[in-house]
């Protein structure tokens, strides 16, 4: 019977590499997978590196047919609105320190809105918190 994986991959010389493991289920995968970005934020400091955002060594996680999603390690995360790039990308900085590239289809997102990240199949959103003028 397959079972789930995990693959790093080195954000700097953008190669792939394989990661030691085999997993029963999601969830078995995904804290192992916590635990490599733990080792990650020790062996490659956000504060250094850039985090999950720069040049700081990645996470995958390998469903068993074979298809993949990063794992950022985000489940619902407290966050701030660091930089608004584009309409739909920003960037945020999560209450752990960490910044991480996400999209959002609310064009009023702003610098400095707070919100919380959901992570859902690999993909982070942002959801906004309501502030005064909502109403």
């Not at 997993?23 to 400091?45: G, V």
């Not at 469903?63 to 920003?90: H, I, N």
Request: with cysteine; charged share 35%.
């Amino acid at each position: 019977m397959p079972k789930w994986k995990l693959r790093g991959f080195d954000a700097f010389s953008k190669e792939h590499y394989e990661l030691p493991g085999e997993y029963n289920s999601q969830e078995e995968a995904e804290n192992a997978a916590d635990k490599r970005l733990n080792k990650l934020e020790k062996e490659q400091p956000s504060s250094d590196s850039g985090g999950q955002r720069d040049i700081q060594d990645q996470v995958f996680v390998i469903r068993p047919d074979g298809s993949k999603y990063r794992y950022t390690g985000l489940k619902a995360v407290d966050c701030t609105v660091v930089v608004k790039e584009t309409s739909t990308d920003l960037i945020a900085k999560t209450e752990h320190g960490h910044l991480v590239n996400i999209r959002t289809n609310l064009p009023d997102v702003r610098r400095g809105h707070r919100g919380k990240i959901i992570s859902f199949e690999g993909k982070e959103f942002f959801i906004r918190e309501p502030y005064e003028g909502d109403y």
